[in-house]
């Protein structure tokens, strides 16, 4: 072996030139694969700490009667299927031991209205307790006017983003947190220009409804003004609100109610239709002595109180969705079949699926461009075995003669495969190892660098607002993998035309 090492030393440098053409192809190569694996990991970590981290856990629990997963980026504004026995969901969820913190919260796409006239339009918005939200993501958003929400206290917290879309779009009127001073500093351009004549409130109207088409306007007052951190563009269009405001807006049932106790005869009214109604009272075996009811049924209000109970948990209001974040031990794939196993085995209506799937299309704009990173990186790594494969079987074309020699002093097929190889092992080993560690330096500076975008296609891209590329053990080892799979391929045809070469060939002539 040690001969095998002198000849190829002494070869790599007696035939500089391909040498150096090849040490540089596995150089560019080498760097442009660290970078990728730099950047595709560096995305993961951003969306997870932006989303999983910060938004909504690494899994989502839905009801099981729901039919669209995308039960947050939800663009068509589709209701959300009520998550039933709330109670029974949460003490399941604490008794798990891979789940690591858990917050029910509901979705819904509420219609705002302006009460100066105008076509009204939607908002997202999350009903939260905001005491726990702030526990289950503490560091995620910013207040920039206003303050957070005190524990039970009714009202929202409004984005930036919603405020100036409402404000160009839908109301025509600035919106300001409850008893705070105009701030004009945050201002858009257009609001600026109004200068006195700009209206300024501090509430928001929003209509909420459902598949029965049931509707209820509710006021609520904006207590802050807020920005998520990362990725507020996608983020900012949904807007926090306490819970109890939600559930009064989209006809849930509130932690305030109580439930309507309705007796046997009002019961025996709700199962009949109308004909049996008119025949009830129209009758005359229906009158008999009794003792007068002062207390009279309203049955329209009875089937409102009886659908309500039907559909939530009337203990302890109603939710929609439950976020979860799993242990650290827990990979995500294996936490969400275990749930969903365990689930299955409590018998509860519920159904855990990943956060990429809640996202909808904004998780899956995210997987696009992680894909095409990836595509672009295995394009670097099979154009560089191509152009190293050709110049190597070039080179063996070329030393013909001194192979052919080798071979009629009695070098063997074997010796001869060996030493091309280690060749190839050598430059790879000198010119692919540089080109690893530029690539490591180079995802260094990109980081410290410390690049951020508004632009909401590159936020994705960076997995937040700043590019951060991170390496970690695994990528610098996938970087060697990549790049010794890349020296054995495209010395297989090579060394293919080597054995081919006999000793009539050191003396042979065209």
Not at 106 to 124: T, W
Not at 493 to 500: A, G
Request: a negative charge; aromatic letters at 10%; glycine letters at 8%.
């Amino acid at each position: 072996m040690l001969l095998i090492l002198k000849i190829s030393w002494r070869n790599i440098f007696r035939h500089k030139g391909k040498s150096i053409v090849i040490g540089v192809i596995l150089f560019l190569g080498a760097v442009i694969m660290t970078l990728g694996n730099g950047v595709i990991t560096g995305m993961d970590r951003g969306l997870n700490k932006h989303i999983v981290e910060n938004f909504t856990g690494n899994i989502i629990l839905i009801s099981g009667d729901q039919k669209n997963e995308a039960v947050i980026f939800n663009f068509m504004a589709e209701s959300v299927e009520i998550i039933t026995d709330y109670t029974k969901v949460k003490d399941f969820l604490k008794a798990q031991p891979y789940i690591k913190k858990f917050m029910p919260a509901a979705f819904g796409a509420p219609l705002v209205l302006n009460e100066d006239g105008g076509e009204p339009d939607f908002n997202y918005v999350l009903g939260v307790d905001f005491t726990e939200y702030r526990k289950m993501f503490p560091d995620n958003i910013e207040i920039l006017e206003g303050r957070y929400p005190d524990p039970d206290e009714r009202g929202m917290l409004l984005t930036d983003w919603n405020r100036e879309l409402n404000f160009k779009y839908l109301l025509g009127y600035w919106i300001t947190p409850e008893n705070e001073e105009l701030n004009k500093a945050n201002l858009i351009p257009e609001a600026g220009e109004l200068g006195d004549s700009l209206k300024v409130k501090d509430r928001m109207i929003f209509m909420g409804f459902n598949e029965k088409n049931t509707t209820l306007d509710i006021q609520a007052k904006v207590i802050g003004i807020i920005k998520f951190k990362a990725l507020n563009k996608f983020l900012g269009f949904f807007n926090l609100i306490d819970i109890e405001s939600f559930r009064e807006c989209f006809g849930y049932f509130t932690a305030e109610d109580s439930a309507s106790s309705i007796g046997k005869e009002a019961n025996k009214i709700l199962k009949l239709d109308d004909s049996d109604l008119d025949n009830l009272f129209g009758t005359e075996s229906m009158f008999e002595k009794t003792d007068i009811q002062k207390n009279a049924y309203d049955i329209s209000s009875l089937k409102k109180e009886t659908e309500k109970t039907k559909q939530i948990d009337v203990d302890q209001g109603s939710y929609n969705q439950v976020y979860i974040k799993l242990t650290s031990e827990t990979p995500l794939l294996e936490g969400v079949k275990k749930l969903n196993q365990a689930v299955k085995e409590a018998n509860l209506n519920v159904r855990a699926i990943t956060w990429k799937k809640g996202m909808g299309e904004v998780a899956d704009m995210a997987m696009i461009m992680k894909g095409a990173l990836f595509i672009f990186v295995m394009f670097i790594f099979f154009v560089a075995v191509i152009i190293i494969m050709n110049t190597l079987s070039m080179a063996a074309v070329e030393r013909i003669p001194e192979i052919g020699m080798m071979r009629a002093v009695g070098a063997r097929k074997t010796f001869i495969s060996m030493m091309f190889f280690c060749e190839t092992s050598l430059l790879s080993f000198a010119f692919g190892g540089l080109g690893i560690i530029v690539g490591i330096i180079a995802v260094q500076i990109l980081n410290a660098m410390d690049m951020t975008t508004t632009n909401e296609m590159l936020q994705l891209f960076y997995g937040g607002n700043a590019f951060k590329p991170y390496l970690g053990i695994v990528d610098i080892l996938l970087a060697m993998i990549q790049l010794s799979i890349v020296t054995v391929l495209s010395t297989i045809y090579p060394i293919l035309v080597t054995r081919r070469i006999t000793p009539l060939d050191a003396i042979s002539r065209d």
